[in-house]
């Protein structure tokens, strides 16, 4: 099912820098603001089925949201942030997630129609080409599955819009991203014959959201 990982090129020595940094505090900052995002995500994704791909797991924060009997994959760039990971799989006996890997989501190495469902959450802002992950998760889907966000979408347009753009290169900075808009996935979804399935803000006060596609079949 798995073939070479690649992780080569500019952009991705990057992330793996910013996220060597980010590994030894993401818990702490992060655990208590994504939980409900990430079970929501993680729900989403387990009504298409049991096997599942987390990409760009992380530090694991959402394995333990998963059903008794799933079968999960985790990939990211970061071996920093997956040593982590594996750390939790250990200590927390977790017999469900059966490999995590690095891995550049935009060249994903399992064959195609491999998982029931794709779950990127807080990942998809960070791709300098998000079409291009978008594209290997419908690759490794099987017909019918399910890819799901879970991320924070910048408005389409009004006032907060405008902040939003304002606030982007400062965002950047410290590896958020305020003004990447849903309707860029919707586009990519329409184009490539993937149903939208709704668009659900979550805690805090809406400002994430889970992005449920389904893939044709
Ligand atoms: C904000 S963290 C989110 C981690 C996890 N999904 C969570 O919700 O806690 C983003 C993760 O995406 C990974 N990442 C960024 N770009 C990636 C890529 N192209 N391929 C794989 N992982 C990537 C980073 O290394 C980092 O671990």
Known sequence: MLSEPQ??????????????????????????????????????????????????????????????????????????????????????????????????????????????????QFLITLVPDPEAALSEFLRVVRPGGGIVLANHFGQDDGPLARVEEIVAPLCTKIGWSSDFKASRIEAWARRNGVEVQGLKPTFPGGFFKILRMRKAG
């Open 7 to 120: 992780v080569a090129g500019p952009s991705t020595v990057l992330m793996r820098k910013a996220y060597a940094r980010w590994a030894p505090v993401y818990d702490v900052v992060y655990d208590k603001l994504t939980e409900p995002a990430a079970r929501a995500a993680v729900e989403a994704a387990s009504l298409h089925g049991s096997r599942i791909l987390e990409a760009g797991v992380g530090t694991g924060l959402a394995l333990g949201y998963y059903p008794p009997g799933s079968f999960v994959c985790g990939v990211d760039l970061s071996e920093d942030m997956l040593k982590r990971a594996r750390g939790k799989v250990r200590r927390r006996g977790f017999s469900h997630v059966r490999g995590l890997q690095v891995m550049d989501v935009c060249h994903l190495g399992y064959a195609d129609e491999s998982f029931d469902a794709v779950v990127a």
